[in-house]
């Protein structure tokens, strides 16, 4: 059974930093990509950041510069490192694992930003 555990954020300072890690257990099939999504409340779940089994990345515009997104293929593990934090990345923050034949999710991670 796969499962994603996710880890980090809680509230910060505007302006601040944190970095949350994702690590995936119960994995058999091969790992197409890793990456993190956050969804507000009544808005449909949108990309932070994707990175690829070879190493590739996508970030939402919203986040180029500030965010960077790494992963651990040993480890299974994915990270965002979250840089220069706004009021506006205030959300949910969920992990997702891409196989070849389905998406998989972690339970959600909070990261509120104070201004």
């Known amino acids: 059974q796969v499962q994603l555990a996710g880890s980090g954020g809680g509230l910060v300072q505007a302006g601040g930093s944190t970095r949350l890690s994702c690590a995936a257990s119960g994995i058999s099939a091969s790992i197409n990509a890793m990456g993190w999504y956050r969804q507000a409340p009544g808005k449909q779940r949108e990309l932070v950041a994707v990175?690829?089994?070879?190493?590739?990345?996508n970030y939402a515009d919203s986040v180029k510069g500030r965010f960077t997104i790494s992963r651990n293929n040993t480890k299974f593990t994915v990270y965002l490192q979250m840089n220069s934090l706004k009021p506006e990345d205030t959300n949910i923050y969920y992990c997702?694992?891409?196989?070849?034949?389905?998406?998989?999710w972690g339970q959600g991670t909070q990261v509120t930003v104070s201004s």
């Open positions: 990175i690829t089994s070879g190493g590739s990345t």
């Open positions: 997702n694992l891409k196989t070849r034949s389905r998406d998989y």
